[in-house]
């Protein structure tokens, strides 16, 4: 039998918000593979859809700049959220947005190797670092171009916890982009249209659905009916045309936009952290109060 570990039991509760026995078992019986945890502890309805890559860790700030028909989003990360509100750390963010934007590096790599007044970014990262006493790194950006006849539509949500940028082709309403930027920093979701989901992610849901209703006890003859059912609401809720705009329920996303004239060609989501592994303090204490229990 595969050995669990406690870290092992956290990362899981995290993913799916179970209690700490219920992630247990099922990491015993899927021998540790916590992706087939995840599904085993659906199945059997003990946890939603876990979006696998969601734990929100590292410290930091997203940001989003734009200039013209060209815009940037991008990820800072520090140790502590202490640093992230430091004004000497925003202030490297907002130079790291205009000097990424201005440079248009193919990646990461290049992006570092960028050279400002200051020195490189990698040393001006490694500067700063020394400065202001927590490792700080570059994690991600995605620059975005966009044509005359679009609109961007940029929105940083709690300080830059969350960062959005959206471009809205066909219309050159900005407030309108804004908006459902807006809507996906809140919903999250996956996709702009559900034709964008791969045959593969489409099978393993049907999969998992079908076992979910099997172990339900719900008669054979009819699990079929009620998996296009299910299926059906999988796709509405991970695809951003199809959600109901969060301004006005009774519309949808797409609606909202062919209503200003455009609709959703692209959306960048940066949620601080998330996929990153966090810091844990406690859990010790926490397992030992379970075994005492």
């Keep these: 039998m595969a050995q669990i570990s406690a870290q092992l039991v956290k990362q899981l ?43 929100i860790a590292a410290e930091g700030i997203t940001n989003v700049l734009v200039d013209g028909n060209v815009a940037v989003v991008l990820e800072v990360n520090a140790e502590t959220d202490f640093v992230a509100k430091n004004d000497k750390f925003q202030a490297l963010v907002a130079k790291l947005s205009e000097v990424i ?106 999969k998992v659905l079908t076992e979910q209703a099997l172990n339900e006890g719900k008669p054979a003859n009819i699990v079929e009916k009620m998996i ?10 991970i695809s951003l045309n199809d959600q109901p705009f969060v301004k006005d329920p009774d519309t949808t996303v797409a609606k909202y936009a062919a209503s200003k004239g455009g609709k959703v060609k692209l959306f960048h989501r940066y949620e601080v952290g998330e996929g990153l592994e966090k810091r844990v303090d406690n859990f010790v204490e926490e397992v030992m109060g379970q075994v005492k229990k």
């Design 13 to 55: 509760r995290d993913m799916t918000g179970v209690g700490m026995m219920d992630a247990k078992k099922a990491l015993v019986q899927t021998e540790g593979d916590i992706d087939a945890a995840v599904d085993y502890l659906r199945e059997n309805g003990l946890a939603k859809a876990a979006k696998k890559a969601d734990r």
């Design 101 to 206: 934007l201005a440079n248009k590096p193919a990646n990461l790599e290049a992006a570092l190797e960028i050279v400002t007044p200051e020195g490189k970014v990698s040393d001006v990262i490694a500067e700063a670092t020394t400065v202001i006493g927590e490792k700080i790194s570059l994690r991600r950006f995605e620059i975005v171009e966009k044509s005359d006849a679009d609109a961007f539509g940029a929105y940083l949500h709690m300080g830059g916890r969350i960062g959005v940028l959206t471009v809205l082709e066909g219309s050159t309403d900005a407030d309108a982009a804004k908006d459902i930027a807006m809507h996906v920093a809140a919903i999250n979701p996956k996709y702009v249209d559900r034709s964008e989901v791969s045959a593969d992610e489409l099978e393993h849901e049907k």
């Design 228 to 237: 296009a059912g299910r299926l059906n609401k999988f796709l509405a809720e």
